[in-house]
């Protein structure tokens, strides 16, 4: 019997507020060190810390995109811990009563759709960030480190996942389409790579059809959704040869490994964190009433799964639908461009297809480049009425990526327009026929096949500039 | 009403270092005010919401504006030691 893999994860998610959540400090990243500081956010004796209303929307937009209830009484607590990126020595989240509760995010993979609940999204304060000098910025090996109090105090979302994801793809697509939410929600930049969203993974292995969990080991410093992919899948390697060798798994948190690829445990600790939470005495309860939910619930804007299903209904297929729905800007510029009149299914196909590569190999930005929802539909009605092949359009889209001008234009330029009209291709199929008199027999006799090399000849013939449509409803009208 | 109190543990968890004196002294006046905290726990409770904190209010938000920072200089001269920009801090040993 083989062992089912339970997994959670919990996202960090920093919000894209003007200010921090408890004082008055600017929240934005890349300000010069240590310059984005105040009494409250270092901590300094006797300062208050008062709730940015905003950052409180913008949890409640979070949660309700997540399907949540959000409570209508919830407060702040300490938690309590040394560290030195957290000067107060207590860093304010909430606790037992948080924000919001019970919700779900529903994710596509190959296998389908699957159902993951939310435990809770709860706000806090981020903490400084710190450099560790010494032996290839690895904590352990560091002499010293150095803080930056910047990001003390930026607003946090915390959102917990409940243990119902089944393997690291689910895991890696669980947190694309969480990603997307957030994205769409225009609360977080959510950027991996600047640190506004971050994950830890808990997993465990137990029994197939088994109920009860297995002994959790938890996984951090995953940067990318990839690293957490790989990290899930490494520690489930490493958890099933230990549980077929008849050995215990640990409970612990262990550190993911970029380069080595692996995760080791963390240095075990003397003693375990006993953060000692209580109610956050200088800040009063947040209330939720039914107008204010109300009024935010319906200000939230299409999410990706929405879209999805519109998409679908637009007629495309699954998993092109669910690429489309997670990019603002995929999505931005595939309505536009069928709304300007493209057939949905070529477009989408161009977008996850040449687009993307054009987008991974150029620095082209769909933002601001030329390819736009107008010369896609354009390009789209040249296929469509077989003035490009689906081969030329390929041709075309690259010079409109490259500045040319227009689809028609760059068409013409690069001498692409494909020849329908019957009377300027009867002439060549004439001179193809007769050359070929064999393959008009056998086609004659019911062998199929063989139409396909005469329009390769005619295709020939043309410099490929003949449309195959035309070409083939020729052949069969003289061969007939 | 006897408390059970491992002070050494509070102290430890408070980054506070007491001899076995301070420790005897500061566990008495703990376990004075935990047996009136049991004491308090003996009351009927049943059907009184939690009450979090005494002020009859809620929602105290301030608008998402920015006001102004400290001065870098006069923020890092606190510092016991600073490196450039940054706050020097001893080697940490471990992940929070
Ligand atoms: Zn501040």
Known sequence: MGYEPVIGIETHVELTTNSKMFCGCPADFGAPPNTNTCPVCLGLPGALPVVNGTAVEYAMIIGLGLNCEVAPRSIFARKNYFYPDMPKNYQIS??????????????????????????????????GKSTHVGEGGRIQAASHSLIDFNRAGVPLMEIVSEPDIRSAEQARAFVTELRAAVLRLGVSDAKLEEGSMRFDGNISLRLEGSEAFGTKVEVKNMNSIRSLQRALEYEIERQTALLEAGEPVVQETRHWDEEAGTTSGMRSKEEAFDYRYFPEPDLVPVAVDHQWRARVADSLPELPAQARGRYIEMGLDGPVATVISRDIEYGSVFEAAVAAGGDPQTVANWLTGEVTALVRRTDLSLAAGPIDGASLAELSAMVSDGRLSASA????????????????????????????????????VDEVLAANTDAIQKLRDGDDKVIGFLIGQVMRATGGKADPGAVTELIRSKAG | MPV???????????????????LAGYRQQCEVILEHAALVQTLPTEGVTPTSHPLPRTNAFREDVITECLDREEVLAQAPERDGDYFLVPRILDEP
């Open chain 2, 4 to 22: 059970d109190i491992d002070i050494a543990k509070v102290a430890r968890l408070a980054r506070l270092a007491l001899n076995d004196e301070e």
């Open chain 1, 393 to 428: 359009a390929k041709d075309v889209l690259a010079g409109v990526a490259a500045g040319e001008g227009p689809p028609a234009a760059v068409a013409e330029q690069r001498d692409l327009i494909q020849v329908s009209d019957t009377a300027a291709l009867e002439p060549v």
């Open chain 1, 94 to 127: 909430q606790y037992d009563q948080p924000l919001c509760v019970n919700g779900h995010l529903d994710v596509e993979t190959g296998a389908g759709t699957h159902r993951i609940g939310i435990t809770r999204v709860h706000m806090e304060e981020d903490t």
